[in-house]
Structures are given as C-alpha cells and as structure tokens.
Nanobody, 120 residues
Framework: QVQLVESGGGLVQPGGSLRLSCAASGSIFRINSMGWYRQAPGKQRELVAKIPRGGTTNYADSVKGRFTISTDNAKNTVYLQMNSLKPEDTAVYYC??????????????WGQGTQVTVSS
C-alpha cells in the first residue's frame, strides 16, 4: 500500500504565493512519476504539472511561468511552488504518483486533496 500526504494549501490573495508538498510512503519499489492535478467546482480534474523520473517536466499552459514542480527523490516528495496566483487557480489540488510496488506492479495513487483559494 502506498500513501500520499499533501500539505501547504490555504487562502492567499491574488498575486500571492503558496508551496504545496506531497510525500509518498509505504511499499515503494520505484516511483515513475509524480505530479499535481486540480479540480475546481463544476469542472473536471486537470493536470497542473507532472515530473517523470529522469524526464522532462510538463505544465498546463495556464500555469507556465508561474508554477514550478520539483522533487526530492531521497524523500519521495514532490513540491509545487505557485507564484502570481490568480482567482482562477482556486481548486482542490491533488497529488498523484505512479508507483511500482515491490511485487513489480504499477499503479496510480492519489492524495486526499488540499484546498487552494485565491481571493481578496
């Protein structure tokens, strides 16, 4: 079993910054990728940013130049630095990890979600 625990959400004014963290733990053989998705009320969940192991990061067009994804592989942790936040960034942000467990099976795992609200 793999658990993803997120932290760092909250309320921020437009133009402000927040940093999200997500730590993976449990039966992990290898993590293939980690990323962040978000879901606003009445909308589908969408990719925000993703970082594959040894690969190129991928960002949604709406966050390019404002958000930065990074990882600490030793800690199985992914971060999302969010700058110049806009009201349209308001959503529940979910951490995602594609994990190979010791039985060499791969699955996607999700965090519980953390609320980000951008409002004056």
């Amino acid at each position: 079993q793999v658990q993803l625990v997120e932290s760092g959400g909250g309320l921020v004014q437009p133009g402000g910054s927040l940093r999200l963290s997500c730590a993976a733990s449990g039966s992990i053989f290898r993590i293939n990728s980690m990323g962040w998705y978000r879901q606003a009320p009445g909308k589908q969940r969408e990719l925000v940013a993703k970082i594959p192991r040894g690969g190129t990061t991928n960002y949604a067009d709406s966050v390019k130049g404002r958000f930065t994804i990074s990882t600490d592989n030793a800690k199985n942790t992914v971060y999302l630095q969010m700058n110049s936040l806009k009201p349209e960034d308001t959503a529940v942000y979910y951490c995602n990890a594609n994990v190979i467990t010791p039985n060499l099976l791969g699955n996607d795992y999700w965090g519980q979600g953390t609320q980000v609200t951008v409002s004056s």
